[in-house]
């Protein structure tokens, strides 16, 4: 039985929508940037309408429901203890990542990281005049690993930071305890600064892997780490701009917010409403969506197996993401070739390699459906000759 409604959906065409505008009057179905087009959870919606009609949107400190929520979550879903001291607000976890590249970095120092990997990776160091090392992951029939002989030869006396993506986007894998443990010795080996991504953390899809938190690692993380996370990816609130930091060493924390300075203010007062609410009442929605995302993702496994065999799917340990190796189609301009058989996908080169695109499932599942239909269509004009 279902509570909540993953099909019936509002519109998103004229409301400012990233996904939706691209692709404005032509009939091409957005499947690309990560954001779900389900509505929010409506314990959320109350929450929003809450603050709303109290009418005063002033300058807003982060909320003591909503450090204090984090700090619940953390506990009780990460296994996790925090201190509430440890938290720092920023509007997204781009910034975050842009931020970490300037604190920790030096003009002529750089990060490593491992691609393919979620675009702001690669362009962070870039836009902050810092240098980049992107070591490929070691990719066995689609499933990804990390190469620690690729990035034990790469790396450099000027590398300062370890930009880590867990759960991986795009290929969604969720890192085991032993893979973390080796970031971390690499890390420590080398004297870096660990960033972990774990803004999809709440999206675990196997039955067979649980989240583990960079924090949980080794006490060495606490000294020498930092944890981006949000509510925005599992309860669908990007628009919302609330995201997260937690720093347990002083000094690295200082740094940070020294890098921080200026470059934006509060966040929004319904950002910390959205925040709080998701993680005190969203647990029986995130339930219900993981259900949908489960069958998403079946669907787009046997439908590719059945009908499009020479793409290759990634086994997705979690996200809303399907990684699909499309190099056998030998496509000149994969993102053009399917926007002209009406699906618009994101395309490999923007996560650091070609010949893959990326697919957002987090639709309802006659859209997936209808997608696929398409995609059929591309593949076989692709396998014809008609790219
Ligand atoms: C790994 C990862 N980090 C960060 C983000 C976006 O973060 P934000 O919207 O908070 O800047 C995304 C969005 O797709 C993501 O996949």
Not at 30 to 43: L, Q
Not at 293 to 304: D, G, K, M, S
Not at 358 to 378: H, T
Request: proline share 5%.
């Amino acid at each position: 039985m279902s509570t909540y409604d993953f099909e019936n959906l509002p519109n998103r065409s004229n409301t400012g929508s990233i996904k939706w505008d691209r692709y404005a009057d032509r009939d091409i179905l957005p499947m690309w940037v990560a954001d779900m087009d389900f509505r929010a959870a409506p314990e959320v919606e109350a929450a929003l309408q809450e603050r709303v009609s109290h009418g005063v949107f002033g300058y807003t400190n982060p909320t003591a429901e909503a450090v204090q929520a984090i700090c619940r979550y953390m506990s009780e879903v990460h296994g996790c203890h925090i201190e509430e001291t440890w938290i720092l607000w920023t509007p997204g976890i781009v910034p975050a990542l842009n931020i970490a590249a300037r604190a920790f970095c030096n003009q002529g120092q750089g990060v490593i990281t491992t691609v393919p990997i979620y675009p702001p990776f690669l362009t962070a160091p870039r836009y902050q005049e810092r240098k980049l090392l992107s070591v490929a992951l070691h990719n066995s029939a689609g499933f990804y690993t990390f190469d620690w002989d690729a990035l034990e030869r790469n790396i450099t006396a000027e590398t300062r930071v370890f930009f880590l993506c867990n759960p991986h986007n795009p290929v969604g894998r969720v890192w085991s305890r032993d893979e973390l443990t080796q970031v971390v010795q690499f890390c420590d080996r080398h004297q870096l600064i660990l960033v972990s991504d774990e803004i999809h953390c709440d999206l675990i899809l196997s039955a067979d892997h649980e989240h583990c938190t960079a924090l949980k690692i080794d006490d060495w993380v606490k000294k020498n780490g930092v944890t981006l996370m949000a509510p925005s990816k599992t309860y669908n609130l990007c628009g919302l701009a609330c995201s997260f930091v937690i720093i347990s060493d002083d000094a690295l924390r200082r740094s940070f917010r020294r890098s921080m300075r200026g470059l934006f203010n509060e966040l929004n007062c319904l950002g910390y409403a959205a925040c709080a609410a998701a993680y005190q009442h969203g647990e029986s929605w995130r339930r219900e969506l993981l259900q949908v995302l489960r069958r998403n993702y079946a669907e787009i496994v046997q439908f590719t197996e059945e009908t499009m065999p020479l793409i290759k799917v990634s086994p997705l340990q979690a996200t809303y993401l399907a990684w699909l190796d499309i190099r056998a189609l030998k496509l000149h301009h994969p993102r053009t070739h399917f926007e002209r058989r009406g699906v618009g996908l994101n395309d490999g080169t923007e996560f650091g390699v070609p010949g893959f695109v990326r697919l957002n499932f987090g639709c309802p599942p006659s859209r997936l459906r209808e997608a696929l239909r398409r995609m059929k269509i591309a593949y076989d004009d692709a396998v014809r000759g008609d790219k």
